[in-house]
């Protein structure tokens, strides 16, 4: 069975530092893997796709990283802003046409 | 402007009351999910449909039913024998599976009187 975690529960940063958001998977045999931002009360917003053959993706400030083998993926934000602060979660999809296994997230803050 | 729908963004149940969450999506998508959210929790998958007039179970699927009559709507229906229905309900969907990007409408927060 697939678990993903994440870690830290929650990070709060100064306004203008580079961070990066872990995630770990349990079951290394995976479709892809998908970022998500969640801000307080709100649905789920997509922020970047991996795909396993791809080793990082990149979206403006935002880097997303793959290591498969290892069962590890990174979300790198570069100038942190207030406006990032949020709740960031990621997906692992092991090739299922309908289930993704999330994460609990990451909760960020990042103060002016 | 394409998305996906939710209503009512605030819902209340009394005991022994069988309440419809709506989702309706304009992005022509054929897949559609709910998800159940709970604090400290990650999200978990109740219903899926993967195309019109056909649905299957999640991993939590007692105590809820579903619906997918037309490719635009996917309303959940939780009932009486779902016996802690407090949580946030998440409607997303995709073009066909997912393994591919999910879109997610803003949710709605059930609580129980």
């Known amino acids: 069975k697939q678990e993903v975690t994440q870690i830290p529960a929650a990070l709060s940063v100064p306004e203008g530092e580079n961070l990066v958001l872990n995630c770990s998977f349990t079951?290394?045999?995976?479709?892809?893997l998908q970022w998500f931002r969640q801000d307080p009360g709100k649905g789920l917003t997509s922020l970047l796709l991996i795909q396993s053959s791809q080793r990082e993706q990149t979206s403006g400030r935002l880097n997303a990283s793959l290591d498969k083998s290892s069962g590890r993926s990174t979300l790198y934000i570069a100038a942190s802003q207030p406006g990032d602060s949020a709740t960031y979660l990621c997906a692992v999809n092991g090739g299922s046409n309908y289930k993704l296994t999330f994460g609990k997230g990451t909760l960020l803050t990042v103060n002016p | 402007d394409g998305g996906i729908t939710q209503s009512p963004k605030y819902l209340f149940r009394k005991e022994g009351q069988n309440v419809t969450l709506s989702c309706e999506q304009n992005l022509n998508h054929d897949a559609m999910y709910w998800y159940r959210q709970d604090p400290g929790q990650g999200l978990r998958l109740i219903y899926y449909?993967?195309?019109?007039?056909?649905?299957q179970k999640g991993d939590i699927a007692e105590g809820y039913s579903v619906s997918r009559e037309k490719k635009e709507s996917f309303p959940l229906t939780v009932t009486s024998a779902q016996k802690n229905p407090t949580a946030f309900y998440l409607c997303a969907s995709s073009m066909r599976t997912a393994q591919e990007t999910q879109y997610f409408g803003p949710g709605t927060r059930l609580l129980v009187l």
């Open positions: 079951d290394s045999a995976i479709y892809n």
């Open positions: 449909s993967q195309i019109v007039n056909d649905f």
